[in-house]
């Protein structure tokens, strides 16, 4: 059997989203940590629990038991209650890296929350067109879990 070798389709796409969510910054950072790790969820609000190990080379995966699972990245750069990075394959699972930023800066009224993600490689064109919403989703939802938190 033959394969017939092509040249790998690269490409690379830059998000950036924001959300303004009336808490402080620390009770913002908290529950994002909450929501990257065992309150994460899927587009569709189905539960997606993560594991966020939350210190500089800690790790970010999806752990299914059993050994299994999908490592998403590491923390690159924590700064409570300001910043975090995580650099890695995310939910990409061939050739590809990404750098996900969340700042948080003080607003009035509250603060603003910002994901910057950045990818490239051999990037699957329904994942650079869906990531678009799954961040949005993902904003979101840290906002709706702080609003429930300061109830």
Do not use: C
């Not at 995310?90 to 950045?118: C, D, I, N, W």
């Not at 650079?128 to 961040?135: C, K, L, T």
């Amino acid at each position: 059997m033959a394969t017939i070798a092509t040249e790998p389709q690269l490409r690379s796409f830059e998000i950036v989203k924001s959300e303004d969510i009336e808490a402080p910054l620390e009770i913002v950072f908290e529950t994002l940590l909450e929501q990257m790790g065992p309150l994460n969820e899927t587009g569709d609000n189905s539960p997606m629990p993560m594991v966020l190990e939350a210190w500089p080379g800690g790790r970010w995966y999806r752990d299914l038991g059993n050994n299994t699972g999908h490592f998403w990245g590491h923390v690159q750069v924590i700064k409570p209650p300001a910043l975090i990075e995580i650099n890695g394959p995310m939910f990409m699972s061939y050739p590809a890296v990404s750098h996900l930023q969340y700042r948080l800066t003080k607003e009035a009224g509250g603060t603003r929350l910002t994901l910057r993600h950045r990818a490239f490689g051999e990037i699957v064109p329904e994942h650079a067109e869906g990531v678009q919403h799954g961040w949005v989703h993902q904003l979101r939802l840290v906002r709706k879990l702080v609003e429930q938190r300061l109830k």
